[in-house]
């Protein structure tokens, strides 16, 4: 089976820095996908891990541990326009292309 | 420009009809998407198509049918089977349908929320 887990909510501060975790049980792991979705809009992509370690993305990283079934996203000097769901997305397992959700975590930066 | 589009975006129907969402998509990618999303809920898969002409029940088929006739277009409908219709579709697409480690991130339209009066 597969099983996603990410906390529900979240706030922090603007300028700060805030860490998303997500921890993972699937049958098979052929990659972990990040996005980010405005209420009412389309998800759209952050960032992308297959092997261990930390991708930088400008603001955004994200980080892999697969031994440990673990990622996070670290969101550094948060803006307002930050204030969003952040998904969490397996792929593997069951065939395809496809892939396993988190509930996702609702980030809400406030001054 | 290329891109995936969903029409309409607002769409209300009356219980026990049956109603097609539209998923276009112009990136010439092989694979297609539906997933569903409730308030507070992440993305569950409904079906997905590798290639045209084929399909594979997702997590949450029941309910539901589609075809693929043509790559670009990857209609849903929601019959007066499902139980619940009442959400958030978002159909999505990637380059390819095969499992790999290569990034291919999937590509989303701007979704099409559904009302059942």
Request: with cysteine; glycine share 10%.
């Amino acid at each position: 089976g597969q099983n996603i887990d990410q906390p529900t909510e979240m706030t922090a501060t603007e300028g700060a820095i805030v860490q998303i975790n997500c921890t993972y049980q699937t049958s098979g792991f052929n990659g972990l996908f990040w996005y980010q979705q405005h209420a009412g809009e389309a998800p759209t992509f952050l960032s992308y891990n297959v092997l261990d370690g930390l991708e930088e993305k400008g603001r955004f990283s994200s980080f892999l541990s697969r031994s440990k079934g673990y990622s996070y996203l670290l969101l550094k000097e948060l803006q307002m326009k930050d204030s969003a769901s952040y998904l969490c997305a397996v792929r593997g397992g069951g065939g395809g292309n496809k892939l396993t959700f988190g509930t996702g975590t609702q980030l809400k930066v406030e001054l | 420009d290329g891109g995936i589009t969903q029409s309409p975006k607002y769409l209300f129907r009356k219980e026990g009809q049956n109603v097609t969402l539209s998923c276009e998509q112009n990136l010439n990618h092989d694979a297609m998407y539906w997933y569903r999303q409730d308030p507070g809920q992440g993305l569950r898969l409904i079906y997905y198509s590798q290639i045209v002409n084929d399909f594979q029940k997702g997590d949450i088929a029941e309910g539901y049918s589609v075809s693929r006739e043509k790559k670009e277009s990857f209609p849903l409908t929601v019959t007066s089977a499902q139980k619940n219709p009442t959400a958030f579709y978002l159909c999505a697409s990637s380059i390819s349908g095969e499992l790999s480690e290569v990034f291919d991130e999937q590509f989303f339209g701007p979704g099409t929320r559904l009302t059942v009066l």
